[in-house]
């Protein structure tokens, strides 16, 4: 968990610092994007990772706690990324022009964020279900 939120985290900032090309991007294509949205996912990516990178930290001292926050941060980006996906699949059926497309998208990217959130969800909890009793609370 350490090196996954450290490396990711990384690449978090990374991306963080280029939302402002990617709105810019997004508006020469004429795509319709919230911005305030696209700076508050960023922000919420950055901290979850790092998050997740402390919580790792917290498992390895077999500490309980670090179990419970991996999971919290986890929700959170889910929660971010749902929120997206609505949001994205609006301008996704706007530039198709077809409605059917924008559902079918958000479908599809709504399971998928679930899906991914579940087996992160199982890895973080391994621990837990490895040896429960040997975490400190």
Known sequence: MMIYGVIVGLLSVLGLATTEDTIAMYEDLEIEVNPIYMWVQGIVAVGVNFAIAYAGNQVRNYQRSGVMLGLYAIGVMLAVQLIGTLMFADAMAEMAGDSAMGAAAGSIGAF?????????GLLVALPILASADSLED
Not at 112 to 120: G, L, M, P, R, Y
């Open 112 to 120: 998928f964020q679930v899906f991914c959130a579940a087996i992160c």
